[in-house]
């Protein structure tokens, strides 16, 4: 029997491309972070972690509520746009969940693609709109740090700063397709709040970098880390680390502060990081429970006439 062209489209990617894909992500992540060893030694990474204090963690936490927060009002107007009218509180708490699986899974997008589906799935979006909602607004986000880390690169490398300078414009006309459906005061809305989640990664970077040391002027401090940020826009990570780390040892080298600073500084991100994000994984195992509680009733209110008529 011979398949139609339809029939091929919609046959699903073989799962060992997926595992493939995975794997390949893993290998470069740690050969990167070998290669960044090999080269600083240890220190770095035993320096972030000792310099990890309780009124860190504190503003870890309130940092990781803002970004979420924003990330959801940003996702909640871009679906709009799309004709999703979607829930705050909902929006808001899948960008949380989707920041957890993000920062604890390969890739750094497993959660996003987590929410397109459910979206999908329990609203009755249509697969155009949730996953087309999803990469807009992801894509706005991915602007702004784009557009931020090339500001930064020319304290270190102007042509550097122009290559991405020109990602960023080539980001901002595929994003700017998902916005169509706004007003122009909705746009510089989504505009502003994805500004507002980068000054929240950003003082996360603060946080980070004064905590191991890295007594640098401010605006010096904010353009290493823009590019540290930016870092992590690279897809080819193992949740969140690799790139990263690369880029803050190569900004801070290239700008007389010392590559191991900036590794410190940026492995000291990852863990404030991953610590923002831990509500999102209460409230993703939170969400699992209820679900099997609901399954269990369904199952009850099912099997028991059933049973009382036999």
Known sequence: MTLTRAT????????????????????????????????????????????????????????????????????????????????????????????????????????????????????????????????????????????????????????????????????????????????ARDTWGVWALSAAGWTAYLALFFLAARGVGADLPAGSLAGLGAITVGGMSIPVNLAGWGPREGAAAFAFDAYGAGGALGLASSVSYGLLALVSVLPGGALLLLGMMRGGRRREKQFGADVLPEYEAA
């Not at 870890?60 to 746009?81: D, F």
């Not at 090339?150 to 991405?164: E, F, H, P, Q």
């Open 8 to 183: 091929r489209q919609r046959r699903p990617v073989p799962r060992s491309r997926h595992l493939l894909a995975a794997g390949a992500q893993a290998l470069i992540t740690a050969g990167l972070l070998t290669a960044l060893i090999t080269h600083f030694g240890g220190g770095p990474f035993f320096d972030a972690i000792a310099s990890v204090r309780p009124s860190a963690l504190l503003g870890a936490l309130a940092l990781g509520a803002a970004g979420a927060l924003l990330q959801g009002l940003r996702w909640q107007m871009v679906a709009a746009g799309l004709g999703d009218q979607m829930p705050r509180r909902n929006a808001v708490a899948r960008c949380y969940e989707a920041a957890f699986l993000n920062a604890v899974l390969p890739g750094g997008l497993v959660g996003d693609a987590m929410r397109a589906v459910r979206r999908r799935v329990s609203h009755d979006a249509t697969w155009g709109t949730s996953l087309w909602s999803v990469v807009g607004e992801r894509l706005c986000g991915t602007v702004i740090a784009l557009t931020a880390a090339a500001a930064g690169l020319t304290l270190v490398d102007t042509r550097l700063a122009a290559l991405v300078g020109l990602a960023a414009l080539v980001v901002t006309i595929i994003a700017s397709r998902a916005l169509r459906g706004l007003s």
